[in-house]
């Protein structure tokens, strides 16, 4: 139903930057919760950033301060901006929608196909 087109990912030196995009193709973009999970290599994925349809973030310990996560519902795109990368942040970064149906009263989640993430010298 809702299509997640993940941008932005590639090769960074430690301490460069990247932002990551997050195209929707749902009307309804801004009633949805946006996230950005990440998997690193034999590791399980984790979230990294979350913002709700108010607006309101939240952040891992790990990247707050360093990440800002953000959105454009005229555009319907999420962002994520990342500074300061370190290699630890070497991961597939993942977007995802989340929505509460009123009718079913049933979350739907909805996930990109990820974009690669490499921080290395």
């Known amino acids: 139903q809702v299509q997640l087109v993940e941008s932005g990912g590639g090769l960074v030196h430690p301490g460069g930057s990247l932002r990551l995009s997050c195209a929707a193709s749902?009307?309804?973009?801004?009633?949805?919760?946006m996230a950005w999970h990440r998997q690193a290599p034999g590791k399980q994925r984790e979230l990294v950033a979350q913002?709700?349809?108010?607006?309101?973030?939240n952040y891992a310990d790990s990247v707050k301060g360093r990440f800002t996560i953000s959105r454009d519902n005229a555009k319907r795109i999420a962002y994520l901006q990342m500074d300061s990368l370190m290699t630890e942040n070497t991961a597939v970064y993942y977007c995802?929608?989340?929505?509460?149906?009123?009718?079913?009263?049933?979350?739907?989640?909805?996930w990109g196909q990820g974009t690669q993430v490499t921080v290395s010298s």
């Open positions: 995802n929608a989340d929505r509460k149906a009123a009718i079913s009263r049933t979350t739907r989640s909805y």
């Open positions: 749902t009307p309804i973009f801004s009633t949805y919760t």
């Open positions: 913002i709700t349809s108010g607006g309101i973030a």
